[in-house]
């Protein structure tokens, strides 16, 4: 009987263990994927906000805002100083000669040519010409050298004839450096193509395989893959072995006694399901460390995007003439959106751990004593907000302004899970020796597991005026101070958000 047992737990946990092998493989799949697809938009925002500048330039060149070669050098500087990774913005002819660089240092190779002679640039010149569309080449070595790819964007006068091309030059190593920083290229393989025609690649000569993830990137008329493999596989082999060695080791054990072996299952069952739990929060963790690395870059994109923008709007309002003051009002509605942009930004920032408005210091139980009258006006009349707050040091490593944005979302969160906005919102700290845990619970309507896991991501909300944006800046800052956050919740069953940050101790 004990070996019949014994064979019945080597099933069970065998079983088990390929549950867990499987389940890691799909995570580490998905997370792949998700890293492509993060790559891919970052990339696109890289490159839309590079077409923008351009666009800025075309819009101002046909406006004879930037007639000579001093304009048009004093304009792309300034724009390049603010936003990077070109090799040049020239100005080509109607003829399709280089008439313009900028900047003119180290392009000089590149004025008087006929973009015409070039084998890829000059057909893409052509169908602009023909189109009247904006078009970028092929990838293509560049007259100044080195490898990278050009766009061009037609200009007309007033009068609605072609006047010449605003033509953006981009090198791959700009690219690579800008874009995708936040990639480890040892841990991946990523190739970058436009068709047939490679752009660039990690990989080394002999390295080859298949990419476990793609996705897409759009530069205007064209389509780039950017494809990505691991250098090591999706499940470490100690992870693949974990579930076999498990129940080999427990199925040899159960046949010395049936009831031993019931005892051996039910524990080696729990510490199975406990390294799964164990799996799922490193899964989760590594998958918020690439939102958040992501999110950063694009913020930082974003921002240089907003300033010329803004800096442009503002040189058009400059340059009204008194008849056009009228206009003043549009584009004073162009910076009133900048500003709430750049406050967006700060938010993401916060989020992607980037932002510096955490470090400090605050007694959390003495500051959200002061707090409670400012919020229960945050959750209005109809909600008990219940407030429970200990003797003792409460210092933490947050600034007062960080430690009210993590609150103030965390109670505005749970107020909009109360059905019809009535109900109970609690807020605690417990003190333990180490540690501060600021406990905010509710009991609204709850989350089900598939959105409970997705709650931190930017973005991300069930909410039709929401941003997305409240719990992953809450999460992003609790990190940026060392602390962690557990979320229980269930539908129906309201929802408990637990931060546990380190305490601050007197020196001496």
């Known amino acids: 009987m004990g070996v019949g047992v014994g064979a019945g737990v080597t099933l069970l946990l065998g079983l088990l263990g390929l549950t867990h092998v499987q389940s890691a493989q799909d995570a580490a799949v998905a997370r792949e994927q998700a890293l492509a697809t993060h790559t891919a938009l970052r990339l696109n925002d890289w490159l839309d906000s590079r077409l923008l500048v351009l666009d800025t330039v075309r819009l101002m060149r046909s406006r004879g805002l930037v007639d000579g070669a001093g304009d048009w050098r004093a304009r792309v500087g300034a724009d390049l100083e603010v936003v990077d990774g070109f090799q040049a913005v020239n100005w080509v002819s109607a003829r399709g000669v280089i008439e313009i660089t900028a900047p003119e240092a180290g392009n000089e190779s590149a004025l008087g040519r006929r973009v ?23 990838p293509l070595d560049l007259f100044q050298g080195g490898r990278g790819f050009a766009t061009y964007l037609p200009v007309r006068g007033t009068d609605g004839g072609l006047t010449g091309f605003v033509n953006g030059v981009f090198r791959v190593d700009a690219i690579v450096n800008q874009a995708l920083n936040h990639l480890d290229t040892d841990a991946h393989h990523i190739r970058i193509a436009d068709g047939d025609a490679l752009l660039w690649t990690s990989e080394r000569p002999g390295e080859d395989g298949a990419p476990t993830a793609q996705a897409t990137v759009q530069v205007l008329d064209r389509s780039w893959q ?20 498990l129940a080999v080791g427990v199925g040899l054990g ?111 139980v003495a500051h959200l004593g002061e707090l409670s009258a400012m919020l229960q006006h945050v959750v209005g009349p109809q909600v008990d907000l219940k407030l429970d707050l200990p003797q003792g040091d409460g210092r933490i490593g947050l600034s007062q302004t960080a430690l009210d944005r993590i609150i103030v979302n965390l109670i505005n ?41 997705r709650i931190f991501e930017p973005y991300f909300t069930t909410r039709a005026a929401g941003t997305g944006l409240g ?14 956050i557990d979320v229980a919740s269930a539908p129906g069953a309201g929802s408990r958000f637990t931060l546990s940050l380190p305490r601050l101790r007197t020196q001496g």
């Open 116 to 138: 015409g002679d070039h084998p890829q640039a000059g057909p893409i010149l052509a169908e602009v010409r023909s189109s009247g569309r904006s078009a970028a080449t092929p």
């Open 226 to 245: 950017v494809a990505m493999t691991p250098t090591q596989p999706a499940v470490p082999r100690s992870t693949q072995a974990l579930g076999l060695v």
């Open 254 to 364: 159960a046949g010395l006694s049936a009831g031993w072996a019931r005892r051996q299952a039910m524990a080696s069952r729990a510490a199975l399901l406990e390294n799964l739990r164990l799996l799922r929060q490193v899964e989760e963790a590594r998958r918020m460390e690439v939102l958040g690395q992501v999110a950063g870059g694009i913020a930082h994109d974003f921002n240089n995007l907003l300033t010329v923008v803004m800096s442009s709007a503002e040189l058009v309002g400059a340059n009204l003439s008194p008849d056009q003051q009228s206009q003043q009002e549009d584009i004073d509605a162009i910076l009133d959106a900048g500003e709430r942009g750049s406050r967006l930004i700060a938010s993401l920032l916060s989020f992607a751990r980037q932002g510096q408005d955490a470090v400090g210091e605050v007694d959390a």
């Open 413 to 453: 969160n749970a107020k909009e899970a109360l059905p019809d906005g009535a109900g109970r919102v609690g807020l605690s700290i417990e003190l333990d020796q180490d540690l501060l845990h600021i406990h905010v619970s509710d009991d609204g309507r709850g989350m089900a597991p598939e959105v409970r896991r």
């Open 471 to 484: 719990l992953a800046t809450v999460f992003g800052l609790v990190h940026q101070a060392g602390g962690s």
